[in-house]
């Protein structure tokens, strides 16, 4: 289980988020944005993304470095093919 506190993880992810210069904005979404909503040790930091490139997300580099782990599967919406990253 990991030890960290809701405002560590929170303050990590805006330091990695500011240092990655594609990210234009994250919205942390899920239970946890619920005013007065029941979390456990699992709740998990559903954060979606906006790029303004995606390709750095995309090299095998970052992938093998930060997503190796994360099963990864291919979701198409009408004519557009995009990574969705499903835990």
Do not use: C
Request: net charge negative; glycine share 2%.
């Amino acid at each position: 289980m990991n030890p960290h506190s809701e405002s560590e993880v929170l303050e990590s992810l805006v330091r990695w988020g500011e240092g990655q210069p594609a990210v234009r904005a994250m919205i942390l979404t899920s239970s946890r944005t619920v005013p007065d909503a029941t979390l456990d040790p699992f709740s998990d930091y559903d954060v979606i993304l906006a790029l303004e490139d995606i390709r750095p997300f995309q090299e095998a580099t970052y992938v093998a470095k930060y997503l190796s782990w994360v099963p990864k599967r291919e979701q198409q919406t009408s004519h557009h093919r995009f990574p969705v990253i499903s835990v």
